[in-house]
């Protein structure tokens, strides 16, 4: 039995296969409410890869989505804070007089899926695409900081 499998629940894939639909996801079980990916969707176009940054202002994700326009890509915001980005690239379509020698770009559905913290002003979400990278900012709630009030020790 090999030991790559073993160390992933005995399932089998190809860790090292770009295009497996078997993700093995390492943070699945850990309880990180504040930046769990929600759900462990995969498909054809895995170069979908989102990056995720916290600023004093906001929560900032940037994806790259080479070779795709803004029309074929949808930002929601679920009520139960679920920001999520989907989009499609289609495939290219074949002239019968055509010979392909190699295929490597990716074609397909895609959904990435974030749970956003409860800072987050749900109402302000921005999106904006330029040169293939989709910037989604989430700006943030101000934290209210307490008043410290003393009290006098008698006795």
């Known amino acids: 039995m090999p030991i790559v499998p073993s160390l992933f629940g005995g399932r089998r894939s190809n860790i090292f296969d770009p295009l497996s639909f078997d993700v093995w996801d390492p943070f699945k079980d ?20 989102v990056d995720w940054k916290e600023t004093p202002e906001a929560h900032v994700f940037k994806a790259d989505l080479p070779g795709i326009k803004k029309e074929e890509v ?29 295929i490597e770009r990716s074609s397909g559905k895609f959904t990435k899926r974030f749970r956003l ?39």
């Open 30 to 49: 850990f309880p990180f409410p504040s930046s769990s990916i929600v759900s462990n969707e995969t498909s054809g176009f895995v170069n979908a890869r």
């Open 74 to 102: 949808k930002v929601e915001v679920e009520d139960d804070r679920v920001l999520q980005i989907t989009g499609e690239r289609n495939v290219e379509k074949e002239d019968k007089n055509d010979k392909w020698h190699r």
């Open 117 to 155: 913290p409860e800072n987050a002003k749900l109402d302000q979400v921005k999106a904006a695409m330029e040169n293939g990278v989709l910037t989604i900012t989430v700006p943030k709630e101000e934290v209210k900081k307490t008043d410290v009030k003393s009290i006098e020790i008698n006795g």
